[in-house]
């Protein structure tokens, strides 16, 4: 079955690009809405309608930085993917997603504190099917030496594995694999933070972007030195977040992915035009209802109070 929130719940904090402060506010939606972002200062601004941007595959603007939606009137919100990544992970289908500025807190650089706010806030079940995107042959896509890919499942449900490779000792080769079954994004993935080199960053402030980027919601690298202050969530928190960022990038399909997905160095840009061979070809996938067996296996199904604990 679809789900919802059972109450409203609001986040707020600095846009790690535009250095902008927002306030996020998920609301409860019904069945088949989907996720759908609301620029609520659009409005005041501009005297129009409020916009509405649902968080699907084709309205994303390619970027390599962060995942940015954007309707047919040009209105965006940008960095989307942590909390998309968070709803997926949590088991939330339907939900309006309301924002006053054109991008989403960073907040801690992880998906932990959007998960510990929608589980406070409470699932709703809805009296309607649950429908899934089921991966019916291999679709690959590589730029350079990046690669992601989706093929049938290996197992009920989604699984997921990664592979990065960085120059900077602090980072260097990482590799894991995870089933995203029923509170595995909590316990594995959802605090994992943002990383980048101090050599970037510093170049992007230089070219305006990163505004609202500091030490204490990104893990910063400099060579073999974490210079963010406590160090590491995980000894390999790096490789989690790329595929923390995966999961969240893999929600914009609009349903559940019953499928495998791997990346070599893949970001957001990658598992977009992922999506887009996806959808592609007709035969690459078809929509399977959710029978309860299969329901057991996907992202947040059975999450309890408890699990609270693992973003606590």
Not at 108 to 118: E, H, K, N, Q, V
Not at 124 to 151: N, Y
């Amino acid at each position: 079955m679809q789900t919802t929130l059972s109450q409203k719940t609001s986040f707020a904090g600095t846009g790690l690009h535009s250095g902008r402060p927002a306030r996020v506010t998920l609301h409860p939606a019904p069945a088949d809405h989907g996720i759908v972002f609301r620029r609520s200062d659009f409005a005041r601004i501009d005297g129009a309608a409020d916009p509405l941007i649902p968080a699907l595959w084709d309205r994303v603007i390619v970027s390599p930085l962060n995942t940015r939606i954007e309707n047919a009137e040009g209105v965006s919100v940008s960095t989307i993917e942590h909390l998309m990544a968070a709803l997926s992970g949590c088991g939330v289908h339907n939900v309006l997603v309301e924002i006053d500025g054109p991008e989403v807190p960073i907040l801690d650089g992880s998906a932990a504190l959007f998960a510990r706010g929608i589980l406070s806030a409470g699932l709703a079940v809805l009296d309607a099917p649950l429908m899934a995107i089921e991966v019916l042959r291999p679709v690959s896509v590589t730029q350079g030496e990046a690669t992601a890919r989706l093929e049938p499942a290996r197992k009920p449900g989604l699984t997921i594995d990664f592979e990065i490779d960085f120059a900077d000792a602090a980072i260097g080769r990482q590799i894991r694999q995870i089933d995203m079954a029923n509170g595995a994004f909590l316990r594995e993935l959802c605090d994992s933070r943002t990383f980048c080199r101090l050599q970037d960053v510093t170049a992007m402030q230089k070219n305006g972007l990163a505004l609202g980027g500091t030490v204490n919601n990104a893990v910063v690298v400099d060579g073999a030195t974490v210079l963010t202050p406590g160090g590491l969530r995980h000894k390999d928190e790096a490789v989690r977040h790329k595929m923390l960022d995966s999961v969240g990038d893999m929600a914009t399909a609009g349903a559940p992915i019953l499928g495998h997905y791997s990346g070599h160095r893949a970001g957001h840009a990658l598992t977009n035009a992922l999506l887009r061979a996806l959808f592609a070809e007709a035969g690459n996938w078809r929509l399977r209802p959710i029978d309860a067996g299969l329901a057991r296996h996907l992202p947040g199904a059975d999450l309890r109070q408890e699990d609270l604990a693992a973003v606590a």
